[in-house]
């Protein structure tokens, strides 16, 4: 099926088809054509707006106390990516600090995997969870069935916030089929969780599947947000109050 482009950006070339007739009659891809299919790629990976920009390069270590932890971890997942081949072992990003930089992590990860033309899909576990119950929904565009199958045959996927959800019988089952599939097909899953594997409240089926194809790595207990908290002040007197830190309310 042609994919065509919005009429407001057609590409004067080949006006939307993303084909050029040569002058010797053979048809070849327009030039537009991989920029389009980053855009759908970039799309379809669902990857924060916050961190659509996050690389290694600008992944700031001097914002942690252990600047030394930090900088191993960052070259750690840099190598992860940079020699990343499909079927590798996941990854299981943790920490119980919430605000630590587990989430920009894999997101700098899933940047520079997308770079590499793997197909990638970013979500948190909530967001899985509130989407399948969308399906049950009379109302639904898809069945449960074809978002599950999304989730399961995606070269990587990134689980964000895993385990944070109250658990419940369905809730276990769900995750339990999605990782399982994931398992038996050979397709990588990296999570980011503020439980150790120990911790989480899913039965062994799940835990024991994560402990096999996964690299656990203990992130620092280090909160950015409330350092930027902090800075965030301390930037407001030196804009609004002409640089004067007195007592401030």
């Not at 960052?74 to 600090?97: D, R, V, W």
């Not at 097909?185 to 439980?195: C, L």
């Amino acid at each position: 099926m042609m994919i065509s482009q919005n009429t407001t950006a057609r590409c004067a070339k080949c006006n939307g088809t993303f084909w050029i007739i040569t002058e010797t009659g053979v048809a070849r891809r327009c030039d537009c054509w991989e920029k389009e299919r980053q855009n759908r790629t970039l799309k379809f990976a669902s990857i924060p707006e916050k961190y659509k920009a996050a690389t290694f390069q600008n992944f700031d270590i001097g914002v942690y106390a252990n600047k030394g932890v930090a900088e191993k971890i960052k070259k750690m997942c840099e190598m992860y990516a940079e020699e990343f081949e499909p079927g590798n072992k996941g990854l299981y990003i943790h920490s119980q600090t919430k605000g630590s930089g587990k989430t920009r992590i894999a997101a700098t990860i899933c940047n520079k995997l997308i770079e590499k033309k793997v197909l990638v899909k970013f979500a948190t576990s909530s967001s899985i969870l509130e989407e399948i119950k969308k399906t049950w929904q009379k109302t639904s565009e898809y069945a449960e069935s074809v978002l599950i199958d999304k989730l399961i045959m995606v070269d990587v996927l990134v689980i964000d916030d895993f385990g944070t959800e109250k658990p419940k019988d369905w809730i276990n089952d769900k995750f339990y089929y999605i990782i399982n599939e994931r398992y038996i097909n050979s397709k990588t899953t990296i999570y980011t969780s503020n439980y150790k594997l120990s911790e989480l409240d899913y039965d062994d089926r799940i835990t024991n599947r994560l402990k096999e194809v996964c690299y656990q790595i203990p992130f620092l207990e280090e909160s950015i947000r409330e350092k930027q908290a902090t800075n965030n002040i301390e930037e407001f007197k030196t804009l609004y109050l002409n640089g004067n830190k007195g007592d401030w309310r």
